[in-house]
């Protein structure tokens, strides 16, 4: 099975963007892990929680946490 992970990315009337990474079954749950130590190695230097959930709009346009 593979399982998709999908962003749209918009601005006004100049462009929209779709992307979406695919994964395998047996590889999710070590790209899972792998963003978890992302999101650890990150808070270690960062004010961003460990907790915090990863957005492409917000990291793009650098918004919000």
Wanted: net charge negative; charged share 25%.
């Amino acid at each position: 099975m593979l399982h998709a992970y999908i962003d749209e990315s918009e601005h006004k009337t100049r462009y929209f963007c779709l992307s979406a990474l695919m994964i395998t079954e047996e590889n999710l749950v070590l790209m899972e892990l792998e963003l978890k130590q992302l999101l650890f190695e990150y808070a270690i230097t960062t004010p961003v929680s460990i907790y915090s959930e990863l957005h492409g709009y917000d990291m793009m346009q650098q918004k919000k946490d």
